[in-house]
């Protein structure tokens, strides 16, 4: 199997493996004040340090949780209250599900943040907390996160980033560009599934949403998944070829362009691993059904737990109209073999050109 | 052989494409996710697909085989749930099965099979098929209690072709949750599903009050002459021959016609069979002509003797002893096992 669905999870990074092994290994919960337990807080107390150097913060403004779903509830819930919200309009479930009645920020048709539309919602709304993503999970669009944060500064309003995608893939100083929290999960950039942070500028505090022992500092209850997070904590310092992965997706792109594919989001910075290509007239399902057939892993849209593919509201956002529903992503994991390009292009090609049949016959 | 399965989830789809398996081929199973599960049962924050699709998931697991669904929400509205409301409120009583059979199944389903370069596909249906001289035919099934050959009628001779029913030939419900059963499928116990799956509460009101509402307002329910009788809530509540739901001053009588443009419920004394029958939108698993078959005019029926005579797109029936049919059902043409044919009665 050809796996191109790295959005959707990263393959487990060796280190990452090695590390949740050693955990698994070690006995104690971090709470325990006896040798075992302080071994095991030990362990976490190390990771969080890691994670701190990675990622441009204190160890003390570190919050980890079980995913970047809880990391983006965290922030809303202890970030948001009593304040208006406002979401860009091509989040992710877990900050539109949190949020259900945050105001739109609109996206221009490259899928970036309309900046003038922030700055005007900034002044109609005093205080508000704004949510943005740094890296779009469908389309790899960029967010100029820096451009938002001066205007939230500006404003006094708290900016919560969404950094899921970005971080381990084109990591940047978020709290210097004017983050007031950030998220992040581990099985995002290799390391296993079960273990996030909510990253705040210092000294932040946050209301916690479990309180339950007190853990993490009162601001997350709940015996830590040590495993994942010494996992996360190692893959986070693994590197990435973020240039030998663009080259790779900018070839699959090439070749889905010349098979008839509508590039979304071709005009704006992007991840370097992602691609997310519109083939019109094909049904999405039907396309990850056939490259599924051929062994290609890829996905498409957002797709519920029952595997059902619906329309984008990513890409419905960004004016795609039709297209919104026949679009494939794919993303390109840290370990890209060379030979996928071809495997990939040759695959898609034969399923763009049985589409053409098809139509022609059906006409 | 490279096969999709038709997978809703239940036993009889998950035997198909357990056989299936068994006998080697390579087998994809579908589920078309036809409406929202959470809103049906009114619960709000359920998830979109229920139980259904997650069995069968499980059984494509189980069974080692690929298996996606395909969202058809928007086409199973307007081809099955909308049709449906539309055919109450022009005084008809529909048959949604069938078209969702037609246009879902046989249609969509069938036609993103042969996309995917599949030979066949099967589907759970209690109906046979053989090849005789004029190509595919279709047969009753051996078990006629399960028979589901009248709601195939719709089926083309193209997409017969291309189509495997292979529980047909077993001889009762039993002998298929036996197969499940052995080969270690969850939902070999699981509960037959319901007469229309959309209407999880059995009253169809509700779908026809939300498409087409007026069709639930009251109206007179008058005898032949015209004489008032008293009044009811919806043509949409009645079908012809209908005794039930009539006011008191009807008592006795039964539904003889329905008017959708003044709203009238006509009665009259019990019998309002006809010998002669009209038929629409008619699908012939033979070559058009005229031809004596036994005709059933709707799901549960006897068999009535009959001449048929195509005319145009549909045909005209000639019942050797008057029967009750319906406007809006299905009247399937037979020659002993095989179905010859049927269309929509006018």
Known sequence: MLYLDANATEPVRPEARAAALAAMETLGNPSSTHAAGRAARKLLEEARDAVARACHARPADIVFTAGATEANALALHALGEGRTILTGATEHDSIRAAAPHAVPVPVRTDGTLDLDALAALLEMHPDPLVCLMAANNETGVLNDIEAAGRLCTAHGALLHVDAVQAVGRCNQNWLALGATSFALSGHKFGGTMGAGALITRPGQELRPLMRGGGQELGRRGGTPPLPAIAALAAALGAGYDGAKIAKYRDEMEAACVAAGGVVMGAGAPRLPNTLCVALPGRRADAQLIALDMAGIAVSAGAACSSGKVTASHVLAAMGAGELAGQAIRVSLPWNVAPDAMPEFSTAYAAMAKRGLRAGAASA | ?346
């Not at chain 2, 959470?38 to 085989?65: E, F, M, S, T, W």
């Not at chain 2, 495997?164 to 052995?182: D, H, Q």
Request: net charge neutral; charged share 25%; aromatic share 6%.
């Open chain 2, 1 to 346: 052989m490279k096969v999709v399965v038709a997978m809703s989830g239940g036993v009889d789809s998950s035997v198909v494409a357990g056989l299936m398996a068994r006998e080697g081929h390579e087998v994809i199973g579908v589920t078309l996710q036809l409406y929202d599960h959470g809103a049906a049962v009114g619960r709000k924050g359920a998830c979109c697909a229920g139980q259904d699709i997650h069995d069968a998931k499980r059984v494509a697991d189980r069974l080692g085989i690929a298996h996606y669904v395909i969202d058809s929400e928007a086409r199973f509205r307007q081809s099955v749930i909308s049709a449906f409301a539309d055919s109450y409120a022009d005084g008809q009583t529909p048959v949604p099965c069938i078209a969702c059979n037609q246009h879902l199944k046989f249609g969509d389903l069938l036609e993103m099979a042969r996309d995917l370069g599949a030979d066949a596909m099967a589907t759970g249906h209690y109906v046979r098929r053989f090849e005789g001289p004029e190509g595919a035919e279709m047969h009753k099934a051996v078990d006629d209690s399960r028979d589901q050959s009248w709601f195939l009628f719709a089926t083309t001779r193209a997409q017969l072709e291309f189509c495997r029913f292979p529980l047909g030939g077993f001889a009762s419900k039993a002998e298929v949750r036996a197969i499940a059963a052995e080969m270690g499928l969850a939902v070999a116990e699981k509960a037959d599903s319901q007469d229309i799956c959309f209407v999880p509460s059995g009253t169809y009101a509700g779908i026809v009050e939300k498409y087409r509402p007026e069709a639930l307002a009251p109206g007179e329910v008058v005898a032949e002459d015209g004489r008032v009788l008293g009044a009811h809530q919806g043509i949409a509540r009645y079908t012809i021959g209908q005794a039930k739901r009539l006011p008191d001053a009807a008592a006795h009588m039964v539904v003889k016609r329905i008017e959708p443009g003044t709203r009238r419920i006509v009665v009259g004394p019990r019998g309002v069979q006809s010998r002669e029958v009209r038929l629409r939108g008619v699908n012939w698993l033979t070559d058009p002509r005229e031809l004596r078959a036994g005709v059933k005019l709707r799901a549960r029926d006897t068999l009535h003797p009959a001449r048929v005579v195509p005319e145009g797109e549909g045909a005209v029936l000639y019942l050797d002893e008057p029967a009750l049919a319906a406007p809006g059902q299905a009247a399937v043409f037979y020659d002993g096992t095989r179905v010859l044919g049927g269309g929509f009665i006018v």
